[in-house]
């Protein structure tokens, strides 16, 4: 196998309309923060939401994990950023080691601090490759838990998708049948986790359209400045780091500036290919920083809301 580029195709990508040239913006955009730990990190998340919240997304997300320190934290960051920021904020919830009666007094907080939206997922048992085990007094899985939302409000409810097939499914039908059974519980849209290539996201929505799936598949959008980590992420959940981006990130270990550079180049053309392809909503996973979401969003022709176009 050769190394070699084809001088043809080269001169005609030196000629073609540029890629980001002249899009109207018409996208939407929405981001995922994680709580903060300190007050140095609770600082820097504030910075990240209101540098975005100029671009007018239609909704912020913050994770969660199991354990009441952590429970504690995502609930004031998403009753913090609807009440001060006044932003549509989602609350992630999952079946992790809480009974129902635990899941239904945490959703009740959220709704009594104006939480409308949340994101329900089962969860996973911290340790890599560890099964999952429901609650004995618990649900079992998703579906269960949008159900049970359900029934504790009317909430609007998103889901988690896995174009790459989630590692605890026996095959990609069975993982989108469960996928089905989440959005006809009464979910209104699936979140995808990360991906790196276009053409995986398109036979996903094919296959999900084969289904009789319609509700909207938000593409979930990582922008990689650390490659190791985005690894450890991609086992957790089902998703390929190509070897080209290993490539890319080659000797910049000691170079943040230029990994930043690199990262939002690779994202950027990612969302352009979705863009092409018909996607126009957008989904982030930010890290808790702005800046490399926020380029990507510039690039495909958003603006803060209210400035000249």
Not at 110 to 118: F, L, P, S
């Amino acid at each position: 196998m050769t190394n070699e580029l084809d001088p043809k195709r080269e001169a005609q990508t030196a000629v073609d309309t540029p890629l980001f040239s002249g899009l109207p913006g018409d996208i939407n955009a929405s981001f995922e923060f994680f709580p903060p730990k300190t007050e140095k990190m609770e600082a820097k998340l504030w910075d990240a939401v209101q540098e975005l919240k100029p671009l007018d997304p239609s909704f912020v997300s913050v994770t969660y994990g199991a354990g009441g320190s952590t429970r504690e934290r995502t609930h004031n960051t998403v009753a913090r950023i609807i009440k001060e920021a006044q932003m549509p904020a989602a609350a992630h919830l999952t079946c992790v080691d809480a009974s129902k009666a635990e899941i239904r007094e945490v959703a009740e907080h959220y709704w009594e601090a104006g939480v409308r939206h949340i994101v329900a997922l089962r969860g996973d048992m911290g340790e890599p490759g560890a099964p999952f085990v429901p609650h004995p007094d618990g649900y079992a899985n998703a579906a269960e838990l949008v159900s049970g939302l359900k029934e504790i409000a009317d909430f609007e409810i998103s889901v988690a998708a896995y174009p790459e097939t989630h590692p605890d499914a026996d095959c990609p039908q069975s993982d989108l049948d469960n996928l089905k059974r989440k959005l006809d519980a009464g979910a209104t849209r699936a979140i995808s986790q990360f991906f790196f290539s276009a053409d995986k996201f398109f036979r996903f929505q094919d296959a999900a359209a084969a289904k009789g799936i319609t509700a909207p598949l938000l593409p979930g959008i990582l922008p990689v400045t650390n490659v190791a980590q985005a690894r450890k992420f991609a086992g957790a959940c089902g998703a390929e780091i190509p070897a080209w981006m290993d490539g890319l990130f080659d000797g910049l270990d000691e170079r943040p500036a230029s990994r930043q550079l690199v990262a939002a180049t690779v994202a950027a053309e990612l969302c352009r290919r979705l863009y092409a392809g018909g996607v126009r909503d957008f989904h982030f996973y930010t890290l808790n920083r702005a800046d490399l979401a926020y380029a990507i969003c510039h690039m495909l022709g958003m603006r803060p809301k209210g400035d000249a176009q």
